[in-house]
Nanobody, 124 residues
Framework: QVKLVESGGGSVQAGGSLRLSCAAAGYINTPYCMGWFRQAPGKEREGVAIIGSWGNTNYADSVKGRFTVSEDNAKKTLYLEMNSLEAEDTAMYYC??????????????????WGQGTQVTVSS
């Protein structure tokens, strides 16, 4: 089993930055795909950024150039660096993982493991 715990959310003004962390407990078998999703009230869950254990990343168009996904394998932690935040980025952010895969997807049903989420609120 894999347990994912997000942290780093909070309230920030538009134009500000936040860094989200996702600590993984348990053994994540390679190859794997991990990702960040977000869900705003009344909206569907959106795949924001994904990263495969082979190093490839992919981003939603709405965050390209502003968000960066990375991982620290030694710490078993996934990060999402968010810059130039906009009010539209306000949402609950979730970390997700799927093991034993050789490709990644930003579709939520692709993932097996999910964290509980961390709230990000951006005021304009």
């Amino acid at each position: 089993q894999v347990k994912l715990v997000e942290s780093g959310g909070g309230s920030v003004q538009a134009g500000g930055s936040l860094r989200l962390s996702c600590a993984a407990a348990g053994y994540i078998n390679t190859p794997y795909c991990m990702g960040w999703f977000r869900q705003a009230p009344g909206k569907e869950r959106e795949g924001v950024a994904i990263i495969g254990s082979w190093g490839n990343t992919n981003y939603a168009d709405s965050v390209k150039g502003r968000f960066t996904v990375s991982e620290d394998n030694a710490k078993k932690t996934l990060y999402l660096e968010m810059n130039s935040l906009e009010a539209e980025d306000t949402a609950m952010y979730y970390c997700a993982a799927r093991t034993h895969v050789t490709y990644c997807s930003r579709i939520s049903t692709f993932f097996d493991y999910w964290g509980q989420g961390t709230q990000v609120t951006v005021s304009s």
